[in-house]
């Protein structure tokens, strides 16, 4: 198995996600942060003033895979995330030792 996150634009969860559930994939978890990277931040002006954000607000999207849906995970984050500009975000994949369905203590494929 593998673990898949990927940092991504916040406007691009809903492709994402309709890609994934597209290929039959039904399971992922998101959460908000904040990062920045080659983006630099950006400048916000509130009440008239202008202030720099070093950290550019993001989501990061985890997905559990079978090793042979994983190529095909990454495929469909890569088309439904890409904007072809600075900011579109990173994919990261870690091996996954195990996995357990706590409800019916299935582990492994049969668990995701």
Known sequence: ??????????????????????????????????????????????????YKVDFVPKVKIEIAATEANAQKVIDAILSAASTGKIGDGKIFVTALADGIRIRTRETGDSAL
């Open 1 to 50: 198995m593998k673990k898949i996150e990927a940092i991504v634009r916040h406007h691009k969860v809903e492709e994402i996600k309709a890609a994934l559930v597209a290929m039959g994939l039904y399971g992922m978890t998101i959460t908000e942060v904040r990062g920045f990277g080659r983006q630099k931040g950006q400048s916000e002006t509130y009440r008239g003033a202008e």
